[in-house]
């Protein structure tokens, strides 16, 4: 179950960090960048998950 919720974690994460991205202010783009890096880094480790177990 841990797989799925880290998973969809990162979906929403990466979705919204595109969304920051298209502001025109300096410092929203960052931080999209930022919190689309952490949607991927999620959906990664949802994955190791899904591949080792939800023990881990």
Not at 13 to 37: F, M, Y
């Amino acid at each position: 179950m841990g797989e799925l919720v880290d998973k969809i974690k990162g979906n929403i994460n990466e979705a919204v960090g595109k969304a920051k991205q298209q502001s025109d202010d300096p410092v929203k783009r960052e931080e999209g960048a930022d919190q689309e890096l952490k949607g991927k880094g999620e959906q990664l480790k949802g994955k190791v998950k899904g591949l080792l177990g939800d023990d881990i």
